[in-house]
């Protein structure tokens, strides 16, 4: 059974800063990707930022610059740094985990939540 454990959530003035993690485990297949998501009341869930296994880094535009994501390839575990926190960045944060499947199958966490707020 695949489980992302999400940590790092939490409440934070403007321009402060966060760091997310999620670890992943119980899963057999290949890592295409891991990332993360948000979904802010009344909107769609939207991608943050996504590390392929090979190729480039996908942030968005909204976050280039104040977010950064990394990974612990040994350790299955995805990190979101965000600093310069804005009040629009207020969201549940969930990770994904893209595994390699006909063509890919997607993971995700329970979520966290992030308040940008003073």
């Known amino acids: 059974q695949v489980q992302l454990a999400e940590s790092g959530g939490g409440l934070v003035q403007p321009g402060g800063s966060l760091r997310l993690s999620c670890v992943a485990s119980?899963?057999?297949?290949?890592?295409?990707?891991m990332g993360w998501y948000r979904q802010a009341p009344g909107h769609q869930r939207e991608l943050v930022a996504s590390?392929?296994?090979?190729?480039?880094?996908n942030v968005a535009d909204s976050v280039k610059g104040r977010f950064t994501i990394s990974r612990d390839n040994a350790k299955n575990t995805v990190y979101l740094e965000m600093n310069s926190l804005k009040p629009e960045d207020t969201a549940v944060y969930y990770c994904?985990?893209?595994?390699?499947?006909?063509?890919?199958?997607?993971?995700w966490g329970q979520g966290t939540q992030v308040t940008v707020s003073s």
């Open positions: 994904n985990l893209r595994v390699s499947s006909i063509p890919w199958y997607d993971h």
């Open positions: 119980g899963f057999h297949s290949s890592i295409v990707s």
């Open positions: 590390m392929p296994s090979g190729g480039n880094t």
